[in-house]
T-cell receptor
Framework: EAGVAQSPRYKIIEKRQSVAFWCNPI?????LYWYQQILGQGPKLLIQ????????DSQLPKDRFSAERLKGVDSTLKIQPAKLEDSAVYLC????????????????FGPGTRLTVL | GQNIDQPTEMTATEGAIVQINCTYQ??????LFWYQQHAGEAPTFLSY????GLEEKGRFSSFLSRSKGYSYLLLKELQMKDSASYLC??????????FGTGTQLKVEL
């Protein structure tokens, strides 16, 4: 089974430029997540999609960040304009809903995109 | 809101046992995940606890006390490859994970 794919793996931009990241989840996974992980911290959820609808975007800085999952499969996260503090690893994860109350929705993570803003 | 507390760093010897503690305060708690993250890599799933008690999986075990807001990850027969960050992540509604800052474990000879 193929894992979560992300591209690019690395990106270096100057502040005020824009950047986009792409994620392709595991086939059949309805739920897709974008996380931001700053060095030395745990991942922070930015946005969660269920199919092509947004479930939670409460921690997404909407003045500069946007994300879409138009066909309910792959997703794009954009930053415009970037700030120095956006330097981080952007992780995409996916999970598949389980029907049994005793089961759990393990999230599978992609390799991440390391963004450096200069 | 969520408040998660775990030690920043721990050091242990190869072959030994180490326990990584995590305390949490959350709203709408469903269960608790532990993830392992090697430097420069994505987090990988280790365990999930929804009921009180100990879940054992090979060299790794995880414990949960819902009433105390407490969990620990127990690693036995430590190997050098176990050097990594260990992330405690309680879950709320909608399978939303909130990660702690992680415990950086260093395994020495």
């Amino acid at each position: 089974e193929a894992g979560v794919a992300q591209s690019p793996r690395y990106k270096i931009i100057e502040k005020r430029q824009s950047v986009a990241f792409w994620c392709n989840p595991i086939s059949g996974h309805a739920t897709l997540y974008w996380y931001q992980q700053i060095l030395g911290q745990g991942p922070k959820l930015l946005i969660q999609f269920q199919n092509n609808g947004v479930v939670d975007d409460s921690q997404l800085p909407k003045d500069r960040f946007s994300a879409e999952r138009l066909k309910g499969v792959d997703s794009t996260l954009k930053i415009q304009p970037a700030k120095l503090e956006d330097s981080a690893v952007y992780l995409c994860a996916s999970s598949s809903p389980q029907d049994s109350p005793s089961s759990y929705n393990e999230q599978f993570f992609g390799p991440g995109t390391r963004l450096t803003v200069l | 809101g969520q408040n998660i507390d775990q030690p920043t760093e721990m050091t242990a010897t190869e072959g030994a046992i180490v326990q990584i503690n995590c305390t949490y305060q959350t709203s709408g708690f469903n269960g608790l995940f532990w993830y392992q993250q090697h430097a420069g890599e994505a987090p990988t799933f280790l365990s999930y606890n929804v009921l009180d008690g100990l879940e054992e999986k090979g060299r790794f075990s995880s414990f949960l006390s819902r009433s105390k807001g407490y969990s620990y990850l127990l690693l036995k027969e430590l190997q050098m490859k176990d050097s990594a960050s260990y992330l405690c992540a309680p879950t709320g509604g909608g399978n939303k994970l909130t990660f702690g800052t992680g415990t950086q474990l260093k395994v020495e000879l």
